[in-house]
């Protein structure tokens, strides 16, 4: 279950001791504030998680970046143990300073082009007057209590997407959103072939299915209590089965028309495999200069 308790919701509010920690997160559009399990929300920074925050007995403890970005550099010089814990989150240069430090620590670690495609999308998709909504990032089934044969295989979906307009049935369509980024990203078990099988096992899982809907409901109403998203959502009727959407980003002509081809790949498996046909969304990496 996504979603944290009202205690810890107020903890990032006006007056809360999670506040500058929270208004650090928000200015910085680099980064991305998901709620996850057993009251914990983590921070994201091209797909890496680099600090999660636990709230327990009107306590916080935070968890920064992992060793394995730093085995061979200096880790970051912010301290958020025990001690300094409660004048860490006081200070607000040395927040941005710890961010700043994961985020270079982070970038020698790996490289982030689709994922800063993926924020850029969260950024420009989070009010509820736009035909779409990004509602999660990295969104993964958890499966802990499924035996492991009858566990389904890399779950983790790319982008969460509430349709604001209903369809046919008067629903609000919830869509798993895969994003591929040019043609180096289309084949093998990241392809979008492959995506198609994957997203199908979730779509066709009863309690897949009914995880999903609690868990956007739950991330919907706390991302708005703190102004991640904005307008209002009262109205939303969400489907009960998600829908697949492909987001194709592509550099020039050359590389779309390859992507249509791989587009059409991906119907033939979606009719295949009995599903829906994906929404198919196309985003232009160009950028044109204008005046």
């Not at 289309?186 to 009914?210: L, R, Y």
């Not at 739950?218 to 703190?226: F, G």
């Not at 697949?244 to 980003?249: E, G, Q």
Request: net charge negative.
């Amino acid at each position: 279950m996504r979603t944290i308790t009202d205690e810890h919701l107020q903890a990032y509010q006006e007056g809360g001791c999670l506040q500058k920690l929270f208004d650090v997160i928000k200015e910085d559009p680099a980064l991305s504030f998901e709620i996850r399990m057993n009251n914990k929300v983590m921070i994201y920074y091209h797909k890496d998680r680099i600090l999660t925050i636990s709230y327990f007995k009107g306590k916080p403890s935070i968890d920064t970046l992992s060793e394995k970005y730093y085995k061979n550099a200096t880790p970051p010089s912010v301290s958020f143990e025990d001690g300094d814990l409660i004048q860490t989150l006081r200070d607000k240069s040395q927040l941005r300073q710890y961010f700043r430090e994961a985020k270079r620590l982070v970038g020698s670690y790996k490289a982030g082009v689709e994922f800063e495609v993926q924020q850029n999308i969260a950024l420009g998709n989070r009010s509820f007057s736009n035909r779409f909504v990004v509602v999660d990032m990295e969104w993964q089934l958890p499966q802990s209590d499924i035996k492991k044969e009858e566990r389904i295989s890399r779950t983790r979906i790319d982008l969460v997407v509430v349709d604001t307009q209903k369809n046919d049935k008067g629903e609000n369509d919830v869509y798993l959103g895969e994003l591929k980024v040019g043609m180096d990203a289309t084949d093998g078990k990241s392809g979008i072939v492959d995506h198609i099988k994957k997203t199908n096992k979730i779509m066709s899982n009863p309690k897949a299915c009914a995880v999903l809907r609690a868990d956007v409901e739950r991330i919907i109403r706390q991302k708005a209590a703190l102004g991640l998203l904005e307008g209002d959502y009262t109205g939303l009727n969400l489907s009960d089965t998600p829908r697949m959407m492909l987001i194709l980003a592509y550099r020039g002509n050359e590389e779309k028309e390859a992507l249509k081809e791989q587009v059409e790949k991906a119907q033939d498996e979606a009719k295949a495999e009995g599903m829906a046909v994906p929404l198919i969304v196309w985003h232009n990496e160009q950028i044109i200069l204008d005046v």
